[in-house]
């Protein structure tokens, strides 16, 4: 046998060793109490946090998921024991749940005071956080208006303080609207909106909101038209321009009235009319990916 083919005939096979990489998942925060809250915290808020609890090995470790993290980590075990998470890291495989939890994973095995800068791509049979954490727990977020909750009551120096400072003047005013489920109210470059994270996989919402628009019910308010959607983790993200000098606390009332007529739209299994069809159409048009 020539060198060659003993070359072949006893290389390893890299697919044998290698892990099989994570699969993608569409709706990657499918399972966790309030997924609307998760996709909101990965893709629509720029600052906000929420309480977790780790479950690994029989023990329970509370920690915090946030939006971003200094310098982008995507962990962080802090001084005095709490582990943090963020959201909008960047992701390493097709599936979010396992990135976030491969990040937290990491920082619950590292020594106080340990930022996690990178995390190696998990495979498909790295755990997702719908098994590492305990999703009997209900998850609420809270907004805030910076990002003073990356140290606490810890001092910071002077650099450390500037650097927090400028993070803070960058953050999108934001605030939850009340009437339905992960709404919020944000103003961008002086104009004022309106995000709702939608319960329903992006199709099912797509042609509810065409319903809604073919019949003439698709603004929030008389003056607060609705613009397009995002898609993100699988769920759609109507968006409506509302008044530039709006507040949150102005809209409960339609908020509490649009969600009864997106549940009534989203119980219709009649096939679209025409006028249904072509608004469907215009709204795919204007529908962006995030990520």
Not at 122 to 130: N, T
Not at 148 to 159: I, P, Q, R, S, Y
Not at 237 to 261: C, L, R, S
Request: contains cysteine; hydrophobic residues 40%.
């Amino acid at each position: 046998m020539g060198k060659a083919s003993r070359r072949r005939t006893n290389r390893p096979s890299h697919t044998e060793s290698r892990p099989a990489p994570a699969p993608f998942v569409a709706r990657p925060f499918e399972g966790l109490p309030s997924e609307t809250e998760w996709v909101a915290l990965r893709e629509i808020l720029p600052a906000a946090t929420g309480a977790v609890t780790l479950t690994t090995d029989g023990a329970t470790t509370p920690a915090t998921v946030c939006t971003v993290l200094p310098l982008a980590w995507p962990a962080l075990h802090r001084n005095g024991g709490e582990l943090f998470v963020a959201t909008q890291s960047g992701a390493t495989s097709g599936d979010p749940s396992r990135d976030i939890a491969a990040a937290l994973l990491l920082a619950a095995d590292a020594d106080e005071g340990t930022p996690i800068t990178a995390v190696p791509n998990p495979g498909a049979d790295s755990p997702r956080l719908q098994d590492v954490l305990d999703t009997t727990i209900p998850f609420e977020v809270t907004i805030h208006d910076g990002f003073d909750f990356w140290v606490g009551n810890n001092a910071l120096d002077k650099d450390g303080q500037e650097s927090l400072d400028r993070a803070n003047e960058s953050a999108i005013p934001t605030e939850r609207v009340s009437g339905g489920d992960s709404v919020y109210w944000c103003v961008i470059n002086g104009r004022s909106y309106v995000r709702w994270v939608l319960p329903y996989d992006e199709d099912t919402a797509t042609a509810a909101l065409a319903r809604l628009h073919a019949g003439d019910a698709d603004r929030l308010t008389p003056n607060a038209r609705l613009l397009g959607a995002f898609r993100a983790c699988g769920l759609l993200v109507p968006v409506w321009e509302v008044p530039a000098d709006a507040k949150a606390g102005d809209f409960p009332d339609a908020v509490a009235a649009m969600a009864t007529a997106l549940e009534s739209a989203t119980a219709d299994t009649t096939a679209l009319t025409a006028d249904e069809r072509r608004a469907r159409a215009g709204l795919l048009n204007r529908q962006v990916t995030l990520r």
